[in-house]
């Protein structure tokens, strides 16, 4: 089994659509949470921490569920730019330790 | 926000020449720096952890002697990719964290092709 796994998709939803994607980690002594977006031919850029309390960004909302070990990511309204790939990385605690998921293909059709 | 930069952010060589790619972590210092490799279509895969003051740690797979990390101050890490081949071509990407659990900061990629 992976320690980071998530479905690499692709999602195709239309414009507006609600998705949520999943990632599931194996380590439970994992500390930190992220989800990154990463566009074809360029870095990954980070999106945002995922707090226990969960965390909301604009149309961004993440969760934690540490009984279960997986993280989520739910995406309202898309829009087309929101197209990308989007990475789960777990870092176990006090380390330097990065997992990374394969990722998530989302495309947003007009 | 943390800024982490990465030069050249494109090069074409030759085979059999080597390529240094460098990796700057600019408003925080890094004693860990992370090197990966992407092929098309494919997932980021880890090829090194580059450690300041030490030697790198390679990811089982990776040939040391080919892919050369050197961290010698707390804000820069360089890959030098020795005697390049084609199969070499790849976009080659760095990151770095200001500390254990933060999150990571990428260096915008080197894409390196190898004629």
């Known amino acids: 089994r992976k320690e980071v796994e998530q479905d690499p998709g692709p999602f195709n939803v239309p414009e507006g659509a609600t998705v949520a994607f999943n990632c599931t980690y194996s380590n439970s002594a994992s500390q930190s949470f992220f989800w990154y977006r990463q566009d074809c031919r360029k870095e990954p850029k980070l999106l945002m921490s995922?707090?226990?309390s969960g965390n909301e960004d604009g149309r961004f909302t993440a969760q934690l569920n540490r009984a279960s070990q997986y993280i989520s990511l739910l995406i309202r309204d898309s829009k087309l730019s929101d197209s990308a790939t989007y990475l789960c990385v777990v870092s176990a605690s006090g380390t330097y330790k990065y997992i990374f998921g394969t990722g998530t293909r989302l495309k947003v059709l007009a | 926000g943390a800024v982490v930069s990465q030069h050249p952010s494109w090069v074409i060589c030759k085979s059999g020449t080597s390529v240094k790619i460098e990796c700057r972590s600019l408003?925080?210092?890094?004693?860990?720096m992370f090197w990966y490799r992407q092929f098309p279509k494919q997932s980021l895969m880890l090829m090194a952890t580059?450690?300041?003051?030490?030697?790198?740690?390679?990811e089982q797979g990776v040939e040391k002697d080919k892919f050369l990390i050197n961290h010698a101050s707390l804000t820069l890490s360089t890959l030098t990719v020795t005697s390049a081949h084609p199969e070499d071509s790849s976009f080659y990407i760095c990151?770095?964290?200001?500390?254990?659990?933060?999150?990571?900061?990428f260096g915008n990629g080197t894409r390196l092709t190898v004629t």
């Open positions: 580059s450690n300041e003051g030490s030697k790198a740690t390679y």
């Open positions: 990151s770095a964290s200001g500390q254990a659990n933060s999150p990571l900061h």
């Open positions: 408003d925080f210092q890094a004693t860990t």
């Open positions: 995922v707090y226990s």
